[in-house]
């Protein structure tokens, strides 16, 4: 089978496509012939080893974190799965392979695809779903009647995070481009605020959590509008202490960790919040939930139209990184 793969870790890294032979599943694992991967600016972190404290991997590495396919095999003890069944998957950050023919996946991080998405659609789901269900529930800890913030929220993030928080009973307000206030409003937003008519931190009354999407440029603005005791929840600004210590790591690692997002929490302790930061891993039961929200609200995923085949990879990685998608950029088998 063809795999497009990373070689070593480099700045701006380019991915070889190669023959390499078709995976044998496991006992717990499946064969999934991929018919849809999407591309994430995860495959850059990776790719230029930004995250090798997180995940460090042996090469050469097929990349991937994203699809949807159909199941053609299944291991001796697989019980929730079965041949032609339609699924999707976060892959376990620990086995990724996405951008392949075919992929052996662990039965615990796949979930059937929404039955009224096609491929496509379907794969655009799973990596921004599981974080956003993986930030309200875990790491803010949100209640139902509680507020939250998403500064940037009207592009892709937002279109699942918002039905998400929801469904969790969550007051959402969102900043965004006047091309996502309809969609936003309709799919029951509290708050709209144009980023280029007005700023949110002037007006808002304050929140209990505070989800980024944008970075360091907004930190200030963003613990501002925080409740005293509040949580804020980074999609960008990377690790700290508390992340270390969730994932259990390194005394090494800690220490860097620390040292990194120390600034952060310097900044967070003076407003009386905590700084929060999310590296999303696979889990296929949440993603069956999260499949559960999506064919209730008729969700379906804003993907960007140009259409890449694997020989294009290194093409879509290019317009991830470089370009203006119009939404989830996707690699069709």
Not at 93 to 116: C, M, N, S
Not at 291 to 316: G, H, K, M
């Amino acid at each position: 089978m063809q795999a497009a793969q990373l070689t070593h870790y480099q700045s701006d890294f380019k991915l070889a496509i190669r023959d390499i032979p078709t995976p044998t599943p496991s006992e717990n694992e499946v064969l999934v012939q991929v018919k849809v991967a999407a591309v994430n600016p995860l495959e850059h972190l990776i790719g230029s080893g930004s995250v090798k404290l997180i995940q460090n991997y042996a090469m050469p590495l097929t990349m991937g974190n994203e699809l949807a396919g159909i199941i053609t095999a299944v291991g001796s003890a697989v019980s929730q799965f079965k041949v032609g069944d339609e699924v999707y998957a976060r892959l376990p950050l620990t086995k990724i392979g996405a951008f392949a023919e075919y992929v052996v996946i662990d039965e615990q991080a796949l979930a059937l695809k929404p039955k009224h998405l096609d491929f496509a659609h379907s794969a655009a789901v799973p990596l921004t779903g599981l974080t956003a269900y993986q930030g309200f529930t875990e790491e803010l800890a949100a209640q139902p009647g509680q507020s939250v913030m998403i500064p940037g929220g009207s592009g892709s993030f937002g279109q699942l995070a918002i039905p998400i928080a929801k469904a969790l009973e969550l007051t959402v307000m969102v900043s965004g481009n006047a091309r996502g206030q309809k969609s936003a409003t309709a799919m029951g937003v509290a708050q709209y605020f144009n980023y280029k008519e007005e700023n949110y931190w002037e007006t808002l009354a304050p929140v209990d959590y505070v989800i980024d999407t944008i970075g360091k440029s907004e930190f200030a603005h963003e613990l501002s509008v925080l409740k005293s005791g509040g949580r804020l929840l980074s999609l960008r600004m990377g690790p700290n202490r508390r992340f270390a210590q969730q994932h259990q790591l390194s005394f090494l690692k800690t220490t860097l960790f620390s040292m990194a997002g120390a600034q952060l929490d310097r900044q967070a302790k003076k407003a009386g919040v905590q700084y929060h930061f999310i590296f999303v891993r696979s889990d296929g039961a949440q993603l069956a939930k999260i499949t559960e929200i999506v064919e209730r609200e008729n969700i379906v995923p804003a993907i960007d139209p140009t259409e890449f085949s694997l020989a294009q990879v290194n093409e879509a990685l290019d317009l991830v990184a470089n370009g203006h998608p119009k939404g989830k950029v996707l690699i069709r088998f």
